[in-house]
């Protein structure tokens, strides 16, 4: 059973930067997905980043140029870089995964939540302005 621990989450100022991270478990796949996923109250859950287990990476629009995911496989801990924060990326973050078939490998991983089998609890980010 794979299981996700987030951390990291924290109140900060406009323009400010925070690492969250995922410890992760219990993964047999060698062919993956994981992704990080937020969700502001009122609005539904939102596709932040994808990176596969080849590290390809995907950023949703909105982040682009200023959020990076990363991964570091040998510890079982995915990253998630934010840099210049504002007030709207105030959220709850989660992160996810989703096994893959072998012959998935190079496809593109997404950011879309109904492609994700397993989720965390989440971490709160606030940012103030």
């Known amino acids: 059973q794979v299981q996700l621990v987030e951390s990291g989450g924290a109140s900060v100022q406009t323009g400010g930067s925070l690492r969250l991270s995922c410890a992760f478990s219990g993964v047999t796949y060698s062919v993956y997905c994981m992704g990080w996923f937020r969700q502001a109250p009122g609005k539904e859950r939102e596709g932040v980043a994808a990176?596969?287990?080849?590290?390809?990476?995907t950023h949703a629009q909105p982040v682009r140029g200023r959020f990076t995911i990363s991964k570091d496989s040998a510890n079982n801990t995915l990253f998630l870089q934010m840099n210049s924060l504002k007030p709207e990326d105030t959220a709850m973050y989660y992160c996810?995964?989703?096994?893959?078939?072998?012959?998935?490998?190079?496809?593109?991983?997404?950011?879309?939540?109904?492609?994700?089998?397993?989720w965390g609890q989440g971490t709160q980010v606030t940012v103030s302005s």
């Open positions: 996810a995964f989703q096994g893959r078939r072998f012959d998935e490998r190079f496809r593109e991983c997404t950011v879309v939540a109904g492609n994700y089998a397993y």
């Open positions: 990176i596969s287990s080849s590290d390809y990476r």
